[in-house]
């Protein structure tokens, strides 16, 4: 009850190749990023790995670049990284502002992109804005690269289609005018800061041939992070109208399935989601008309 | 029968200084830098476990806890823990010297369980290890054989709430016979025949949440063997003379061979009473049997299991007025959920039948209080300690009333307030400085109350506005819990140096600076002249506990007394050596003392205290201060239960999203009568701090269990409190000065009185903005968390 970190083997890798061969050399393992997930999963005997493998320090998966039509985010870049940079801010503000709304200074300052993702928390804050902007995640093992969009790469708390021996390396995250300027973020926790989602949600509007394509995403209303694409199958092709609005606020409910905690019950997590869809939808009509 | 020289001291202070404004004095009523500041901002060890860094060769204590909420102890087998590298002994109730028992008030409480186990954070054994690691590995080796009994979560389970007696149910506490704690009542006049006359009636269920102390400092103890038999020992505790008792009993030892020490304290707010005593008795244990400093150190889940919580409270109110608005009767029902132990329960459920009708003119009342023992962790004491939990449906009640009476809340509160001549439902004459109706007024004034009543009635869309008031009193010290009396002493030093000395403790209130103010104004010279040395109950006087808000008038009745009676030898001293007319024209504004009509004339108070030393006047004085005892009649709950009471007016300006349900204080003001302000950045902090714990009860606190009885949110990440981000955008904070002619200038005290009408000043500011009569009512528990808000918002039907 009281809890303690397990004993464990500890390695610290000094490049991605050395991270990478140690991981298929050692089987039973677990990534060390910045740990403020790890260590608390470690404490409380979630996982019991043979070894800890450190991959907090690989300075070379720690970057973000602006690459035309794309942003690529290393997953060693930390969230406090992330929240001051320029590119993140212009390009991907739902990210931006996710993770202004995420823990505290001092944990943003050692927390990693890639560790929030490869947590698979259902409450993963960074996930709904990744979501929205269709990111892929970029996976690296002694046998190769791969590229899984991140809506599939997530399978359920705690869950994740990554294989023995791979580690996550990248986010390519599309970017578009659109989502540059037409998006709403809402996250509602059990206080104003320093705390997990509720209900988290990002919507964001891209352009097809000069007509609006809405994408909605929330977390912590479901086993897993979720584009809710009854929402926006509704909304294709139509004008943000109230009564579209308010409907498709309630659409949403196909897309959910939550549950009762600590931090609230299903029936107000279901009430939450459609509040805040429909405010946030609410924001993006307003920009949208001007 | 003369007065005691220490009363008559009190009184003259008193009354020459009775209308000086505060803003003449030096030092009283100042902002001055805390005395302990530098040190603590700078990281300088200063609490308990800090001194780890300072000692050798140290034993770890590591307490095994309960796997039930309820179980017979049928065996227990400690030989695979013994078996574990670096564990050196495994403790059971069997290995205690003394009397196995840590119970606060009664003896209900083992330190180690014996026959049975009661909530989940009852201490089965103690390993006793090379380090701390080991000893937590080793504890989950030792096996216990219990039988599973029922687990009582509910206290309805155990009491009929209509009749108040005894459900029948396996006894929690079968040694006693009954789980039923304790009862206390108030019968005074005629409740029926004022109910019968009455135009309104208004009656409602209330339920207040159990609330963590959540301090920054999980608890800690190093305790080292001393050559004679004895032992030292560093504890977090509020009450090191309380822990002293407690230890010696349970080593079997008299009290001059335990030696307790209270460093610095990262937080108490009552937590810190029994706690203190358990951890530091199991420290003790261990450095005694292996002759090498033992230390106990809590990770913040053992803090949260092993420490006692604010009550959780079930009551039922009925108040009866006329149209006019006069109060006619009160009747009430209130359950205290216990929890386990009776720690200070009986205490706390008293304080609670005291302020049950408020602070109001009432002739007519019959209030029922019962605490009643749970499978939970206890209930114990908690800054406002039983107040807050009367005082919300008390409020909440006048608010209702007000509506169906179509009166101004805060004009129904001034038709029935306590003002001074009038008597308390106790029948206790208030005979000085009842600064309640200022207080209201003030706070009125400074809330904007009338218009933003006004303006918020007519705002439209989904965020609402409400503003909401809620007064109080609190009664100050402990009453009729026992003999209440403090001391301090003071020793000047042949530098002019003062060594400042008292049992009294800083968990990081800061009460100590008010005496050093006390201190440092009647003597004339610096704070920073004045040393503070810690609580020790070997070194420092007992002073009775730090809590109950004591420190200021207690502590600071003594520290005059003290402070006095060095003036009055030093300014004889200094009228011979000066040739002043007499020596109450000595002025000492150290390091310069001079005669009043002669200001270029002085001599240094270093020169001062050299010619004391050879001339034989003495430079250490010794502080004492009693108050006069309570009275108290058991039958009818009449008497005079305090000596004094802090009055208060809190109006909270809040903003509620009729969608989500979610609240957020805007503005807060808080009017606190506090006889005279000594300490002014304290009291200050304190109405602020006071206020963001009080609104963390109000909005979010609570603890969860599961039916077993295990505790859901055990660290910080579950249990939400307030973050700076929460804390309402403007504060106003107002003192009124009605002093008490038993106290030092007249200050009363603070340290509670700061939480008890935060909850209810903010839950009626949400009724006020949901504007329905049905909401007003629903608004009858807390926390109002969203969930909660919402549902009230969807019942009654409140739309945008
Ligand atoms: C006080 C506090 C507040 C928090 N607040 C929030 C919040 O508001 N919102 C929120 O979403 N989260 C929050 N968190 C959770 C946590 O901080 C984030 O999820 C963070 O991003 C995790 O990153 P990390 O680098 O610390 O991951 P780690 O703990 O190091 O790793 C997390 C998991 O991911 C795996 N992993 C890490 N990196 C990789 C990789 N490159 N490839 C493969 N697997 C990898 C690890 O093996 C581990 O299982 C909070 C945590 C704390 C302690």
């Known amino acids: 009850m009281f809890y303690k970190l397990p004993s464990f083997e500890y390695f610290k890798a000094r490049s991605v190749g050395e991270a990478l061969e140690l991981a298929g050399k050692i089987g039973d393992y677990r990534f060390l990023a910045g740990g403020t997930d790890l260590l608390v999963d470690l404490k409380i005997g979630r ?56 823990a505290s200074w001092q944990i943003r300052s050692v927390a990693t992109i890639g560790g929030n993702i490869g947590n698979a928390s259902p409450a993963a804050d960074t996930a709904p804005p990744l979501l929205v902007h269709d990111a892929i995640v970029k996976t690296r093992s002694v046998r190769g690269e791969r590229a899984v969009r991140l809506e599939e790469f997530i399978q359920g708390p705690r869950r994740t289609l990554l294989e023995p021996g791979e580690m996550i390396v990248e986010f390519e995250v599309p970017a578009s005018p659109g989502l540059e300027e037409y998006w709403a973020y809402r996250k509602f926790g059990r206080r104003s800061a320093f705390t997990l989602s509720v209900v988290g949600l990002a919507v964001g509007a891209e352009f097809l041939e000069g007509s609006p394509v809405f994408k909605v995403s929330l977390n912590s209303v479901a086993p897993k992070p979720v584009r809710a694409r009854s929402v926006e199958e509704y909304l294709k092709g139509k004008t943000l109208t109230d009564s579209v609005i308010e409907t498709a606020s309630k659409i949403v409910q196909q897309d959910i399935s939550p549950i009762t905690d600590v931090r609230a019950t299903a029936e107000y997590r279901r009430h939450l989601a459609t509040v805040l869809l429909k405010d946030a939808l609410k924001e993006i009509a307003g920009r949208l008309r001007r | 029968m003369s007065k005691p020289d220490y009363v008559e001291i009190v009184e003259e202070i008193f009354y020459k200084t009775k209308e000086k404004k505060t803003e003449e004095f030096k030092y009283v009523g100042k902002d001055v830098v805390r005395w302990d500041a530098i040190s603590k901002i700078s990281g300088q060890p200063v609490y308990t476990a800090d001194l780890l860094r300072f000692i050798k060769n140290p034993v770890f204590v590591y307490s095994v806890r309960a796997k039930y909420a309820h179980a017979r102890i049928k065996g227990l087998d400690v030989s695979d823990a013994l078996k574990y590298p670096g564990v050196l002994a495994v403790l059971t109730a069997r290995d205690i010297p003394g009397i196995n028992d840590v119970g606060y008030v009664i003896p209900d409480q083992p330190l180690i369980a014996d026959r049975k186990v009661r909530f989940i954070g009852d201490t089965v054994a103690l390993v006793v290890a090379e380090s701390l690691e080991n000893a937590r590995e080793a504890g989950e080796l030792v096996s216990v054989d219990y039988e599973p009994l029922k687990v009582y979560l509910d206290p309805l389970e155990i009491i009929d709430p209509e009749t108040l007696q005894e459900k029948p149910h396996e006894l929690i506490h079968d040694e006693r016979g009954s789980d039923i704690l304790t009862r206390y009542k108030i019968r005074v006049g005629d409740v029926e025949k004022a109910f019968k006359e009455a135009a309104v009636v208004v009656e409602n269920k209330y339920e207040t949440p159990f609330q963590e102390h959540a301090y920054i400092e999980p608890e800690a103890a190093i305790a080292i063997p001393e050559a004679d038999g004895g032992v030292t020992i560093y504890a977090k505790t509020q009450c090191p003379f309380d822990t002293r008792k407690a230890v010696a009993n349970v080593l079997g030892l008299p009290f001059n061979m335990v030696r307790v020490i209270a460093p610095a304290l990262g937080g108490g707010f009552g937590g810190a009473e029994d706690v203190g005593n358990e951890i530091a008795a199991k420290a003790a244990l261990a450095a005694i049997r292996f002759k090498r400093p033992a230390v106990l150190l809590h990770t913040r889940e053992e803090s949260i299991i092993g420490h006692t919580k604010r009550h959780r409270t079930i009551s039922w109110y009925r108040h009866a007025a006329s149209r006019d608005g006069t109060l006619l009767g ?42 009643v023992y749970t499978n939970k962790i206890p209930g114990g004491a908690f800054r406002g300690f039983g107040n807050p939990q009367v005082t919300f449906p008390v409020e909440r009640q006048m608010d209702i009333l007000a509506e169906e009476l179509g009166m101004d809340p805060v004009e129904f509160r001034l038709k029935n307030i306590l003002r001074n001549g009038d008597r308390t439902v106790h029948g206790q004459l208030l005979d000085h400085g009842v600064g309640l109706e200022e207080a209201i007024k003030k706070a009125v004034e400074l809330s904007g109350w009338y218009e933003k009543r006004r303006l918020y009635a007519s705002l439209k869309g989904p965020v609402r506005r409400g503003i909401g008031i809620a007064i109080f009193y609190h009664g100050n010290s402990i009453g009729a819990e026992g003999a209440d009396y403090s001391s301090v002493s003071v020793i000047i030093q042949r530098d002019g140096s003062i060594v400042f000395r008292t049992g009294l403790t800083d968990m990081g209130q800061g009460a100590i600076q008010g005496l050093i103010n006390i201190l440092a104004e009647v003597l004339g010279v610096p704070p920073h002249y004045i040393k503070v040395e810690l609580a020790d109950t070997s070194a420092t006087p007992d002073a009775g506990p730090t809590v109950a808000s004591r420190s200021t008038a207690m502590g600071g009745n003594a520290t005059l007394v ?133 609104m963390g009860y109000a909005l979010m606190e609570d603890l969860y269990y599961d039916s077993e009885g295990r505790l859901l949110n055990t660290n910080l990440s579950t249990y939400h409190i307030p973050t700076a981000l929460d804390t309402p955008e403007k504060f106003n904070v107002y003192f009124v000065e009605a002093g008490y002619y038993h106290a030092p200038f007249g200050a009363k005290g603070l340290g509670e009185p700061s939480i008890v009408a935060i909850a209810p000043s903010i839950a009626n500011a949400v009724a006020n903005a949901l504007r329905s009569r049905e909401a007003n009512k629903l608004v009858s528990k807390h926390p109002l968390t969203p969930d909660y808000v919402y549902s009230i918002i969807k019942k009654a039907g409140v739309k945008p």
């Open chain 1, 47 to 102: 996982y019991k790995p043979r070894a800890i493998l450190d991959i907090g320090g690989l300075r070379e998966l720690s970057y973000i670049i602006n690459d035309g039509s794309r942003v690529r985010i290393g997953a060693l870049t930390r969230l406090e990284d992330i929240l001051r940079s320029s590119v993140v801010r212009e390009r991907l503000p739902l990210l931006h502002e996710a993770v202004y709304h995420m």
């Open chain 2, 330 to 371: 009160v009747e009430a029902k209130i359950i205290l959920d216990k929890g386990a132990y009776a720690s200070l329960g009986p205490f706390v459920a008293w304080r609670a039948v005291v302020h049950s009708t408020g602070p109001y003119k009432v002739r007519n009342a019959k209030v029922d209080v019962v605490a």
């Open chain 2, 562 to 694: 003290a402070a006095y009676k060095l003036r009055k030898r030093l300014d004889q001293l200094a009228a011979s050596l000066l040739g002043c007319k007499s020596p109450d024209d000595v002025v000492i504004e150290a390091p310069k003392v001079y005669c009043r009509d002669d200001p270029s004339h002085t001599i240094t108070w270093r020169e001062l205290v050299e010619q004391a030393f050879w001339k034989g006047v003495p430079l250490q004085e010794f502080g004492y201060y009693r108050a006069p005892p309570a009275e108290w009649d058991e039958e009818t709950g009449t008497g005079a239960p305090y000596f004094t009471y802090t009055y208060g007016a809190i109006v909270s300006d809040v903003e509620v999203d009729l969608e989500t349900g979610l609240v957020r204080v805007k503005e807060a003001t808080t009017v606190y009568d506090i006889g005279r302000v000594v300490n002014r950045t304290g009291a200050e902090l304190h109405a602020i701090g006071g206020y963001i714990q009080g």
